[in-house]
Every structure is written in structure tokens, then in C-alpha cells.
């Protein structure tokens, strides 16, 4: 009998033995996960106070300040936003550029009397609204007032008028008026230009989209009648202006601004339920905010390198991201496709590059009669130096066609097509970034 209490004591005593080491081994556990949670977010607050000591913004308000105008500036967005009201649908969805089954005109080509005449019942009901553009655009500052915290205004309305601005340019020059299709394709551009300061990504990506849409208008002018040397002097001044304020490094530290704010509230991410759950979590919270800071700053540094640099390092820093482990779940949730913008933005530079690049072509044509043979011939008198394609660091692709020319860009896709568009390929098949002149 006494054997059998002895055991018996012996086991109690093991099972208390067991309880106590799993009892401290989960308060060592805890013990662990707050220093580490104390030591990331430590890390994280002054790697914020790094940023806000570079004049970088970490918070919306800091971000609002950052870009309020002083007091007395004149202020281009509260015209622009009258023109905005002022847009007027047009009646017929299938009206060239604004119809919602609408295609922009083929380069050169004649329309209908009918569609001529339903594209001017469209400019003149829009009178007031393209009246607004150009004062608007005539302003040389523009910031639109909008709560961050809410989200960001819509652009329906403005990338409407930005269309609308391209078929005012391409009824213009059709019908001879080049001083009117100019004024029209620099307010396209000013329309894009006045985005230029807005912090979210989609503002960037719009105003990459308006760009298009302006130099697609000019592309059209081109093909449809002739300017002066002096007037394709102009033209290129307000290109080139328009590119000089592209800067996708800035872009993306106001973007990492709006992201550090959602980790602290993720309401801001517009997910609801259990996704937005997830990311209060404080072991979760702390990490994020770090692996934030390191995934944006990583991008900001790639958004400086040259064009031909950046495709290369986006795709390393998505892939690096990708590779993380599930305790960096926020960032996997929060991240943008980063790596798309970037090639998104680099388009957009070869665009407005194959832009200059034909009004060189065009001012030499002037000159001489006819089309450079290559676009060493216009340097340096035209251009300073054959434009580079910053997908593969190359020149810009050019072929004299008959009776005009091409130009191109590869893409993102790194593959010379020949100059093929995307509506000269098959469904899913490559092509290039194309600017045709036909005349």
C-alpha cells in the first residue's frame, strides 16, 4: 500500500513538474513576442522620425499640409472642377473619343459629313465646359481640396474631359485649324499636368492615362494637317514641360504615406470583416509597419534609377515580397502591384519621347522636303540625341512608311514586334508602343 501512495505522489509530482515548464515556457513565449514586438516597433517609430526629418510625410495630415497651397495662390482646381460640371455627354455612344462605344479616329482618315457634323453638336454643347478647360489650364498651380482620409475624388468626369479635349484637337486640325488643335492638345496636357501634386496612386495613374490620350490627340493632328516650324516648337516646349514633372519616386513616398496610415487604421483599405481584423493584431501591426517602410523605400530607391533600370529592379523587389512568409501578411494585403505602375510610367516616357520625337521629324521635313532616312539625322539641329527606349536602352524604333513614318517602343515585354500595334496582332499576342504619323 505504501508502494502505491509513493508512485502515486511521484506522478503528481512529474505532472506538476510538466504543468510548471509548459507554464513557463509560454510566459518565456509571451515574454519573447512583447520584447520583439517592442524592439520592431521601436525600430519602426524611428525609422518614421527618419522620414519626417527628410521632409517626407508619414501621416495624412502631415501629407495635407505638405501639399496645401499658401494663402493667396491661385488655384487652378475649383475651374477645373466647374468644367468638370459642366461636361456634357454626348447623345450618340458611339461618337468618336467620348462615347462610351466610341473610337478614336484611324490617323488621316476622312469622317462622315454626318459623324463631322454630330462631333461639332458635341463641341458646341460643351462650349462652356472646354471654355473652363483653357482658363484652367492657363494656371500654373492646382491642388484639388478632398478629406485623404476619405479616399480620393472621382475622375470619371475628368478623364471624360480629357477625351473631350482630344476630339476638340482632332476636329481642329481636320478642318486646317493647327493654332486651334495646339490650344486644344496643351490643354489636354494641363489637364494631365494638374494631377501632377495629387498623393494617391490612382491620381498617377490617371494622369499617366490623360498623357495617352493628349499625345494619341496629337498623333491624330499630325496625320490630319500641317504646322509651322514655330508652332512645332511650341508643341515640343509644352511636351517637354509635361514630362519634366513626371516623378515616380515622389509618387510612391506619398503612397507609402497612405499605406502607413491603414496599418494604423484599416478601415482606410477599404476591406471590411475579417481581412481588416487581421491587421490589428499587434504582433501583425508592428511588422507591417516595418515591412511597409522596407517594401516602399525599396521601391522610392528603384522609382530614382535610370528608366532602363527600373523594370529589373521592380520585378527583384515583387519577387523578394512574394517570398515572405505569412507573418508578414500585411504587406501581402496592402502591397500595390508596384512593378505594373512602374512599367505603366515608363510608357508613358517612351510616349511622350516618340511625341518629340516626330515633331523633329516633322520640322525637318519642313526643312528639307521629306522624312529623316534615320533619327541620327535629326541631331543635333531637331534633337539633342536620339531618344532612348527605357524598356531595353535602345533607341527609339523608327521605319519611313508611305506616306508617312513610325516610331516605337518594345515595352515591357522586352521583344521588338516590328512596329505592330495592338490592333494589328491577334487576341494575346505581343506588340509595340506605336506613334504613326500618315500624311
Known sequence: ??????????????????????????????????LYIGIVSTGANRRLEALRAAGQPTTLAELTMLNKLPMGMENAAPVYQRAFAAFVPPQDPNLPCVGKMGKTPERGAVLPEETMQAIADCLAANAPCLALLHEAAGIATCRYDYDYAKGFPDYSRLRSCARLLMLAAI?????GDAD????????????????????????????????HVAVTGLERALSATAFTDRQLQDLDEALAATAGKFDLAQVLATERCIMIESVRDPSLTGMGGGPTRVLTLPGLRSQGLVDILDYMG?????AALPPTQRGARFREIDEEMNNLSMLHVTIKMLAPALIRVAELDSRTCAHLDSARTALAIERYRLATGDAPEQL?????????????????????????????????????????????????????????????VVR
Open 180 to 211: 486651334g488643335a495646339i490650344a486644344r492638345f496643351k490643354d489636354g496636357l494641363g489637364l494631365a499636368d494638374s494631377l501632377a501634386k495629387e498623393p494617391f496612386l490612382i491620381a498617377h495613374l490617371v494622369r499617366l492615362a490623360c498623357a
Open 298 to 302: 525599396a521601391c522610392v530607391e528603384a
Open 171 to 175: 476636329s481642329d486640325a481636320s478642318r
Open 1 to 34: 500500500m505504501h508502494h502505491g501512495s509513493d508512485s502515486g505522489a511521484r506522478d503528481r509530482r512529474f505532472k506538476l513538474k510538466i504543468r510548471h515548464v509548459i507554464l513557463a515556457a509560454l510566459v518565456a513565449m509571451l515574454a519573447a513576442a512583447i
Open 376 to 436: 541620327t539625322d535629326l541631331v543635333p539641329k531637331y534633337l539633342g540625341e536620339a531618344p532612348i527606349d527605357p524598356f531595353d536602352g535602345q533607341p527609339i524604333r523608327y521605319r519611313r512608311t508611305e506616306p508617312g513614318y513610325r516610331l516605337w517602343s518594345i515595352m515591357d515585354d522586352g521583344k521588338d514586334n516590328g512596329g505592330k500595334e495592338k490592333d494589328e496582332v491577334g487576341k494575346g499576342e505581343p506588340y509595340d508602343l506605336c506613334f504613326v
